[in-house]
Nanobody
Framework: QVQLVESGGGLVQAGGSLRLSCAPS????????MGWYRQAPGKQRELVAS???????KYADSVKGRFTISGDNANNTVYLQMNTLKPEDTAVYYC??????????WGQGTQVTVSS
């Protein structure tokens, strides 16, 4: 069964940067979009950023100007460059891929902790 493999989380001081990456464990055909979500303790999971195969981008207002999502269609890999990190960015970050007709898979999550 295909899985999404995430990497790049960790502990960073406020103002620092991290880069997350996500790729499927094997090739997935017909990926329509990939994105990053996050869930902080006691809060609902929220969209951080997404990118479609055609290159359309979407960002949460809270990360605009600080985070950049990019993708590599050839390898079905998606990246999230996170700059000027704030303590409120602390959360578990999840990768998601929508493919085929209505199918979706999630990564296992990677912890991002921003200290003040």
């Amino acid at each position: 069964q295909v899985q999404l493999v995430e990497s790049g989380g960790g502990l960073v001081q406020a103002g620092g940067s991290l880069r997350l990456s996500c790729a499927p464990s094997r090739n997935i055909f017909s990926i329509n979009a990939m994105g990053w979500y996050r869930q902080a303790p006691g809060k609902q999971r929220e969209l951080v950023a997404s990118i479609t195969r055609g290159g359309s981008l979407k960002y949460a207002d809270s990360v605009k100007g600080r985070f950049t999502i990019s993708g590599d269609n050839a390898n079905n890999t998606v990246y999230l460059q996170m700059n000027t990190l704030k303590p409120e960015d602390t959360a578990v970050y999840y990768c998601n891929a929508d493919y085929g007709v209505g199918d979706s898979i999630w990564g296992q999550g990677t912890q991002v902790t921003v200290s003040s």
